[in-house]
C-alpha cells in the first residue's frame, strides 16, 4: 500500500505540470485520451459497494464496459477536477486496495507510462515497485499476460527479475511490463528467441 500510494503520488505530480493539449493528447490505451486515463485510475476509489455495483451492471460485467463507463462519467470534467480526484486519492480504497494494493500500484504504474510513453516522458520507475507489479502482472487476470507469455522467459536487463520457461525475451523492466500488459510497439524494444513469439502475440 505504501508503494501505491508513492505511485499514485509520482503520477498526480505529473498531471499538475501537463499542458492543456497534453491532458488531450492519445494515450497507449487504444481510444483514450490522457484525461481518460486518469479519470480511470482514479474514479473507482470515488465508489462506495452499491455504486460499484452499479457500475458493473451498467457495463454488462465486462471489465472493458466496465471502465468505458467510468471514463464516460468524467467526460465533462476540467482537467483541474482531474487533479483534484488524483490528489484527492493518493490513499488507495474500495475495490484499488485488493491484494493488499497492488491493484492501485499495478494500475497506477502501468497507466502512468500509457501516459509518458506518448508524450515522450520517459522516468526511472523505482525498483521496490517494479518488482511488485512484474510480478502481479504475470497473473493479474484483467492484463491476461498468462496466454501472452506463455512458453517464454522473460529476463530483465536492468534489474534482478525474471520468469517463466523458454525461448527468452530480454530487456529493460519497463518494457517488458508493457509488454504484460499487451501495448503495442514495445516489443521493438526487446530482444531474445523468444521476442518474435511475444511480438506476434500482443499484435500491432
Avoid at 19 to 33: D, H, K, M, V, Y
Avoid at 60 to 86: K, M, P
Avoid at 105 to 118: E, G, S
Wanted: proline letters at 7%; charged letters at 20%.
Amino acid at each position: 500500500m505504501d508503494l501505491a500510494r508513492a505511485e499514485r503520488g509520482d503520477l498526480a505530480d505529473l498531471l499538475a505540470t501537463l499542458t492543456p493539449a497534453q491532458w488531450e493528447a492519445p494515450s497507449l490505451c487504444a481510444g483514450w485520451r490522457v484525461r481518460d486515463v486518469v479519470a480511470h485510475v482514479f474514479s473507482y476509489d470515488e465508489l462506495g459497494p452499491a455504486a460499484l455495483v452499479g457500475r458493473f451492471l451498467r457495463g454488462g460485467i465486462l471489465l472493458r464496459r466496465v471502465n468505458a463507463v467510468g471514463v464516460a462519467a468524467h467526460t465533462e470534467h476540467s482537467t483541474e477536477d482531474l487533479l483534484a480526484l488524483a490528489r484527492r486519492h493518493q490513499q488507495p480504497r474500495g475495490l484499488t486496495t485488493a491484494f493488499g494494493g497492488k491493484v492501485a500500484l499495478t494500475d497506477a504504474t502501468i497507466h502512468h507510462q500509457d501516459i509518458r510513453r506518448p508524450l515522450g516522458l520517459p522516468r526511472d520507475i523505482p525498483p521496490d515497485r517494479l518488482h511488485v507489479v512484474l510480478d502481479f502482472a504475470l497473473t493479474a487476470p484483467p492484463l491476461g499476460a498468462a496466454k501472452r507469455i506463455r512458453g517464454l522467459t522473460l529476463v530483465a536487463t536492468d534489474l534482478d527479475w525474471t520468469a517463466g520457461t523458454g525461448p527468452v525475451v530480454e530487456g529493460p523492466a519497463e518494457a517488458l511490463l508493457m509488454a504484460l500488459a499487451g501495448r503495442p510497439g514495445v516489443v521493438g524494444e526487446l530482444t531474445g528467441d523468444g521476442q518474435p513469439t511475444l511480438a506476434g502475440r500482443i499484435g500491432s
